[in-house]
């Protein structure tokens, strides 16, 4: 899990932990929720990933790229009476292509404005859902979902976690494994140096579309989840505070690996069920966290723990990138 | 002519009143070195950006592999085989010098969609593609070994400025050009560094590329060119044989009138 | 367009202008958009309305504490947050922008959590017996102050940045840094003050505007979005540029609401945004294109 | 084997920091065992941090009083009642995880206390794990009805009551055209779905109908383009707060001759009306629940006043449907003999003509196994008219008759 020749034991290991989840969760509808919840949180963030954290472009449309995935899921789901293993990639595409159009109108932006102007976008498409009440059905959302059917058969609540968790446990690993490819180093180094990523005859607006598009996929996953779980949509359920509460995961969690992602997630649902104070100061203790994260320990909690693994194991300081691009 | 890489015709670029280049007419050819010298202010700098692409000439023409260099510096890397490194590094200091050098290898492959399609579903499944076959089979080792490159598992973050302008060069390298710009590679550098772009420079002229190599360092540049430009004041006041450059009245004028100046 | 609306153009236009000000000052005199003053208005209108309401404190000591209060909470995030995160990454924006990012939540966070979490009704400094008639518009008292001080802000900062040597210094800072600090400026200060004055102009616009609607723990992160854009719409060649760009933003909006009804105001905005970042982002007034 | 996995889990996810994660996952599943004289659970489901904390804590503060007087008086069946609380900071997403978890924890019963969105988000997991819920306070129509409403219960007239009502009102009045501002806010536009057919079916023509958003600074064009419509009367639609204020003003200032209705909202936000310009609510007819002429709301507002001394700000629909929501849960399980879910929730549905403390008097609340909503007729709500800024007398024009 620590140098790029050891892929494996990271997939042993990460793959161990998600088994480990599903059976503690197994059999209680509760954990079984919390479980949902905290993968619907994991698509989002690890939807960050890509573009974000290694690519450096903070588009906050978020909501929206889950809300039309979600939506196209749930239409085709429910009007369409389509089997989710075909709904579901179909609102994946659906809100890549969503980020492909924003990306590109926005393709001159970084930043600050980048952040803006896609902010604004997922403000304007939360109107938008309720405004537009023939398509998303407005503020009822779309009600009376039936069991998802995969694959031909009806889908019990603990096979969903199941399946769920596993999803999860691929999307981190595949992205784990593109970070340290040619095409992650690529993106990672655009973060930095895109002019040198450029000089190299890569055209980096087309590298930030296709991380984009793929970022958003993976997150609608998430947004689909929503419906699937709830048998329902709903606007609120895509409101701009979600892409500030994904934001931050990686962050909290740690942006050496997309692991990173998943731990801030299990952190964040943890902080919010668990820790009583923390609900009377809503996110407060969370922003607080975060900041301080950012400000002393900018590696997130995953960074810190692979350092004191490593140097348990007597290796020196942590190489995080270490072996780039040895596996395959 | 068929071995002619790069040439310019009659380039002007002005900002408002100050015309930094003034009828600047160039030629490079295979396996040619051409050192381009010059005090500051000479023209240099605006030269460099309008060949890698940060400028556009008023007018004037510049063809590379016959072809015209124009658009965005990915299309110039692409289309006329133009690689390059920078005045200031331009090195992810996150990366380790081994990934810095690792994009020039993967510059063929990611210069299109479809490539980088290709390239991302390669990456996650793991499975061969060119760059990870070459990679594995250890160019960017051999390339580091050329230059003299040694450790190439540091952050470049640890890295000397001599050693950042080695894995610039490396990454250019790698994306095997015809057309190799270094702009002032020497800045900074140590002796092992300046060994280390002359094995570069080597290296390239193996595969019958051309390089322009852009320094204030005259010495070293007249040692390694097969010719000389001498820039002042955005024109071209000398064009030949290092030696004969060094001697000649222009360049006298050029820096001693600048030496007594300063 | 009824007279009613283009009062509410001028005082929203004046808000919007005065958080796109404080922008302004942090970016000359500290090469950064400080996102989180919307929430340090929203604070500092919050923390004054919950002082008058409930500690029953007089109007104007608790318009000084909210202010005081965001002039604060600006230092300290300079000095805690953006500093030591600038001294890491040297020169790259993404890290400070997320951090400004999580300032920005988390000074919304704790206002809810101090203040209460319910909305609360912002003091009129000047309520007219019987409003001025101007036309079939009524102009309010708050309306009057509101423009005044709005001006009264402009004129000093103006003044500030020509005479006074921090003022003078605050540019060549923003532009440079390094080579401000090589000079012998006294940067670290100079940014601090830059920061201050943010805060400062953010406390005060936030008690001026919530008797209008109210201030509650969310309303920040509006104000910084739209303020943002007032600012890019204006652009930052002159330090009037924000005024130019509150009340184009302002009109926009209300013009939208009025011919189109209100959902439009939302993508009103966005297009309009979106057609300024492409074609012109460096604004009506430019400086320098920043990207 | 599920043990070894826990420890595995545990181990692991320990070097991952993660423990008070893990902790958080496991505690839970130990479940609560019920013995005699040991206390029956009840789960709330509020809101603290969100935007319905606004009410949920009103209604959430006379929850406890009820349950407190209860216990005083020796419990239900011999048994203490005891209060689990769970806030989804009204985010419906987190809504059935905390159901759950408060079932896990023992709960016979949930109150959902939070949002119209949140009570609708737990119907199906409620109807999954047979556990009853009831709303004390959301007026959406879809949580008391089909799918999924099996084990899911409402207090308080819908809002399609109050569309019926109203439609008399302006017909009482002569009102043929209606002018109606609501905020953006996905609730109402759900409760504007349900409301507004019904006053249209009454032959009231919505000549003009706006919107304005949550945070809006300035509501002026919006109410321009009603006034331009020249409606007899105006409808606000607004979760209440500082935006149905910046309605009331502005329309004050533009439309001050126009008669003027809203929801219940505004009449149950008492910290509200000091938002208002001076004498700018004056007039407002809104559609409240209590009523001076209930004895029973007198009453629990003398008990509220003294439990809560000066935090008391005057009796609201939502403390008297809190209060009511505990007596009638109390009623259920004495029906049921025992503290089983189902038999709870057989005893609700056999739960008829119960008098509560808000609506006027002859008011009653029944529920049936095909009637999850609970009120009988449309006088759980009485018509109100602000004075003053603040509510007056009942509505001289019309009120609803109680069959």
């Known amino acids: 899990m620590l140098r790029g020749g050891s892929a494996w034991v990271e997939s042993i290991v990460t793959l161990a932990l998600a088994i480990a989840a599903m059976v503690a969760v197994h059999g209680s509808p509760y954990l079984e929720a919390v479980a949902l919840l905290t993968c619907t949180y994991a698509f989002i963030a690890l939807g960050m990933y890509l573009p974000f954290i290694m690519g450096g472009a903070l588009s906050m449309a978020y909501n929206a790229y889950l809300g039309v995935g979600a939506y196209a899921m749930a239409l085709l789901a429910t009007r369409g009476d389509w089997d989710l293993a075909w709904s579901l990639p179909i609102g994946m595409i659906i809100a890549a292509a969503t980020a492909v159009v924003l990306g590109f109108a926005t393709r001159r932006l970084s930043g600050f404005y980048l952040a803006a102007v896609t902010l604004l976008f997922g403000i304007a498409f939360t109107t938008w859902l309720v405004d537009a009440e023939s398509v998303t059905g407005g503020s009822g959302g779309l009600q009376g979902l039936r069991v998802p059917v995969f694959a031909g058969k009806p889908l019990s609540n603990s096979t969903l976690v199941m399946l769920t968790i596993l999803a999860v446990w691929i999307v981190a690993l595949a992205l784990s494994r593109l970070r340290n490819s040619p095409f992650g180093v690529a993106v990672r180094a655009r973060r930095r140096a895109a002019i040198a990523v450029e000089s190299c005859g890569i055209p980096v607006s087309t590298l930030t579309l296709v991380s984009l598009a793929l970022g958003a996929a993976v997150a609608s996953v998430g947004g689909s989840l929503f419906a699937v779980t709830n048998h329902a949509i709903v606007p609120e359920s895509f409101a701009v505070d979600i892409v500030f509460l994904c934001i931050f995961m990686p962050l909290l969690g740690g942006q050496d690996r997309p692991w990173g992602a998943v731990l801030g997630a299990v952190l964040v649902v943890t902080f919010t069920f668990q820790l009583t104070f923390f609900k009377e100061t809503g996110s407060l203790f969370f922003s607080l966290a975060v900041l301080l994260v950012l400000v002393i320990a900018p590696r997130g909690v995953l960074g810190y723990v692979l350092i004191g693994l490593q140097k348990l194991r007597g290796g020196g300081h942590a190489k995080t990138q270490g072996g780039a691009a040895r596996n395959g | 002519m068929a071995d002619l890489i790069l040439e310019c015709r009659g380039v002007n670029k002005a900002y408002g009143a100050v015309r930094a280049l003034n009828d600047v007419s160039l030629e490079l050819r295979a396996g040619e070195v051409l050192g381009l010298v010059g005090p500051n202010g000479a023209g240099k700098t605006t030269l460099v950006d309008l060949i890698g692409g940060e400028q556009r000439p008023d007018s004037g023409a510049i063809t590379a592999l016959g072809r015209p260099l124009a658009g965005a510096p990915s299309r110039r890397a692409r289309v006329n085989g133009l690689a390059r490194t920078f005045q200031h590094p331009q090195v992810a200091l996150d990366l380790t010098a081994r990934e810095n050098m690792l994009i020039g290898l993967a510059g063929p492959s990611l210069a299109t969609l479809s490539g980088q399609l290709r390239e991302l579903a390669a990456g996650i499944l793991g499975a061969g593609s060119r760059i990870q076959r070459d990679s594995a089979h250890g160019e960017v080792e051999r390339v580091a070994a050329a230059l003299g490159l040694a450790d190439i598992e540091r952050e470049c973050r640890e890295l000397t400025l001599g050693e950042l302008r080695l ?63 001498l820039l002042n004041l955005g024109a071209k006041v000398f064009d030949g044989d290092p030696k004969a450059c060094l001697a000649s009245p222009e360049m006298q004028a050029v820096y001693f009138g600048e030496r007594e100046a300063a | 367009m009824p007279a009613q609306l283009f009062v509410s153009i001028v005082e ?44 029953e404190w007089p109007l104007w000591m608790a318009v000084l504490a909210g202010v005081a209060a965001a002039v604060g909470l600006s230092v300290v995030t300079e000095l805690l947050v953006v500093r030591p995160i600038e001294k890491r990454v040297h020169g790259e924006e993404l890290p400070s922008l997320i951090a400004v990012v999580a300032t920005l939540f988390a000074v919304s966070q704790a206002g809810g959590t101090l203040f209460g979490r319910k909305p609360f009704p ?64 006294p940067v670290a200060r100079i940014r601090l003050a830059a920061f201050a004055m943010g805060g400062l102009i953010a406390g005060i616009a936030g008690p001026l505007f ?39 933003l302002a009109a926009l909006q209300i013009a939208a609401s009025y011919l189109f009804g209100s959902p439009s105001l939302n993508y009103a905005t966005l297009i309009a945004a979106a057609l300024f970042f492409a074609f012109r982002p460096e604004g009506l007034f430019a400086r320098r294109v920043r990207h | 084997m599920k043990s070894k996995a826990f420890k595995l889990w545990k181990s692991v996810a320990f070097t991952a920091l993660a423990a008070s994660a893990v902790a958080a996952l496991v505690l839970p599943s130990v479940p609560a065992r019920a013995q005699d004289k040991s206390p029956i659970i009840i789960g709330m489901l509020e809101d603290t941090s969100g935007g319905a904390s606004f009410y949920s804590q009103l209604t959430a503060g006379s929850i406890k009083v009820a349950i407190e007087e209860i216990n005083a008086k020796g419990g239900v069946l011999g048994r203490p009642l005891k209060l689990i609380e769970e806030s989804d900071g009204n985010n419906p997403s987190q809504s059935p995880a905390l159901v759950s978890r408060m079932i896990q924890n023992g709960a ?92 249209q079916a009454a032959g009231v023509t919505i000549v003009a109908q706006e919107k304005a958003p949550l945070d809006a600074n300035d509501v002026t064009a919006q109410i321009l383009r009603i006034k331009e419509k020249k409606p007899d009367a105006v409808l606000v639609c607004s979760l209440g707060g500082q935006l149905e204020v910046l309605f009331e003003n502005t329309l004050y200032q533009q439309l001050r001759k126009t008669p003027r209705f809203s929801l219940a909202s505004i009449g149950n936000q008492p910290a509200t009306w000091k938002l208002a310009q001076p004498n700018a609510l004056d007039g407002l007819v809104y559609a409240a629940s209590i009523a001076s002429n209930n004895p029973r709301s007198n009453a629990l507002s003398k008990l509220l006043a003294a439990k809560q001394g000066a935090k ?92």
Request: proline share 5%; net charge neutral; charged share 15%.
């Open chain 2, 167 to 229: 894995v610039e060069v490396g990454r250019a390298l790698l994306t095997r050009p015809a057309l190799m710009l270094l702009d002032e590679p020497f800045a900074g550098s140590d002796a092992h560094g300046v060994a280390g772009i002359r094995a570069a420079i080597a290296e390239i002229l193996r595969n019958g590329c051309g390089v322009i190599l852009v320094d204030h360092n005259v010495d070293i540049v007249a040692s390694l060119a097969h010719r000389i430009a």
């Open chain 3, 12 to 55: 929203i236009g004046c808000f919007f202008a005065l958080i796109a000000l404080g922008y302004l000052i942090v970016l000359y005199g500290a090469g950064f958009f400080h996102f989180a003053l919307g929430p340090y208005a929203m604070f500092s209108a919050l923390g004054a309305a919950y002082w008058v309401t409930v500690s």
């Open chain 3, 122 to 185: 912002g003091q009129p400094w000047l309520d007219f017996e019987d409003p001025i008639e101007w036309g079939e518009a009524v102009i309010g008292g708050q309306t009057v102050i509101i423009v005044g001080v709005t001006l009264a802000i402009f004129i000093l900062l103006a003044a500030w940045l020509r005479w006074s040597r921090y003022g003078q210094w605050l540019r060549a800072v923003g532009e440079n840094q390094q080579a401000a600090r090589t000079l012998g400026f």
């Open chain 3, 210 to 248: 919530s008797p209008k609607a109210g201030v509650n723990f969310e309303s920040g992160l509006s104000y910084s979005l739209f303020g943002f854009i007032a600012l890019v719409m204006g652009g930052t060649g002159s330090i009037w540029a924000p005024l130019a760009g509150g009340l184009i």
């Open chain 4, 108 to 199: 016979k019963v949930i109150l959902l206390n939070s949002g119209s969105a949140s009570a609708v988000a737990s119907k199906k997991t409620l109807a999954e794990q047979k556990i009853p819920g009831l709303a004390p306070t959301n007026i959406d129509t879809r949580i008391g009805s089909a799918p999924d409403n099996e084990y899911s219960f409402m207090l308080p007239n819908p809002i399609t009551d109050i569309g019926t009502i109203y439609a008399a009102a302006f017909q009482k009045m002569g009102v043929k055209t209606l002018g109606v501002i609501s905020d953006d806010s996905p609730t109402i536009a759900g409760i504007n779905g349900l409301l507004l057919p019904k006053i």
């Open chain 4, 312 to 403: 008391f700000l005057g009796l609201t629909a939502y403390e008297a449907q809190g209060y009511d929501a505990v007596q009638l849960v109390k009623q259920a399980i004495e029906k049921a003999g025992q503290d089983d879910p189902t038999l709870i929730k057989t005893g609700l549905e056999h739960l008829s003509g119960y008098k509560p403390s808000f609506g006027s008097e002859k008011f009653t609340i029944t529920f049936k196994a095909d009637k999850h909503i609970g009120t009988d007729g449309l006088c759980g709500l009485v018509l109100m008219q602000f004075k003053g800024n603040k509510p007056g007398a009942p509505f001289k024009t019309y009120q609803a008759a109680c069959d």
